[in-house]
């Protein structure tokens, strides 16, 4: 039975004392790179679509959480909404992290679940955070029009549960 305590995974050492990649390393690289991913992403589709600026993109994030007023902001409220985004998908990273722990099947199955766990980021950031948010674009009411840029969106949702997963399983590997 494995009693390595999460203390202990974090920091990289199991009980015989052995080391071990540490988790916080996994957690934040499996969030950072959905984080990148996502950045990259938006940044192209929106300069394309609509000519916005990274700038402008990132203080949409900030306006999460100062509202309006992040547009007025500038290279200041969008490192703010920079460094949202990498916590909320890091953060994410860290859960999944936590639940693979207990549930071997996350690591037995990181492409399906990875998928699911996609699904879960995309709902909850749609229909939990962004509605609570400052956000001005933010639809207060559960919209489920379906457009391309949703489908689009909710695409790489499921590109971002699977990093995290793919990246969470290897940890696992490599430690076992």
């Known amino acids: 039975m494995n009693t390595t305590t999460l203390r202990e995974i974090s920091l990289?050492?199991?009980?015989?004392?052995?080391?071990?990649?540490?988790?916080?390393?996994?957690?934040?690289?499996a969030g950072a790179a959905a984080a990148t991913l996502d950045l990259v992403y938006a940044c192209t589709l929106v300069?394309?679509?609509?000519?916005?600026?990274?700038?402008?993109?990132?203080?949409?994030?900030a306006s999460g959480i100062y509202g309006q007023e992040s547009y007025s902001g500038g290279w200041a409220t969008a490192a703010v909404g920079f460094a949202a985004h990498y916590f909320?998908?890091?953060?994410?990273?860290?859960?999944?992290?936590?639940?693979?722990?207990?549930?071997?099947?996350?690591?037995?199955?990181?492409?399906?679940?990875?998928?699911?766990?996609?699904?879960?980021?995309?709902?909850?950031?749609?229909?939990?955070?962004?509605?609570?948010?400052?956000?001005?674009?933010?639809?207060?009411?559960?919209d489920l029009a379906i457009t391309l840029p949703r489908l689009v969106e909710f695409g790489m949702h499921l590109v971002f549960g699977l990093i995290i997963a793919l990246v969470v399983r290897r940890y696992w590997r490599r430690t076992i």
């Open 12 to 29: 990289g050492v199991d009980q015989s004392g052995k080391r071990s990649p540490a988790a916080w390393r996994t957690v934040l690289g």
């Open 47 to 61: 300069y394309f679509l609509r000519g916005m600026s990274p700038q402008r993109l990132l203080q949409s994030i």
């Open 88 to 142: 909320i998908l890091i953060v994410a990273a860290w859960w999944f992290f936590l639940a693979s722990k207990r549930l071997r099947v996350l690591r037995e199955q990181p492409v399906a679940c990875g998928i699911a766990y996609g699904v879960a980021i995309y709902v909850t950031m749609n229909f939990v955070v962004l509605p609570l948010s400052n956000a001005p674009f933010a639809n207060k009411a559960f």
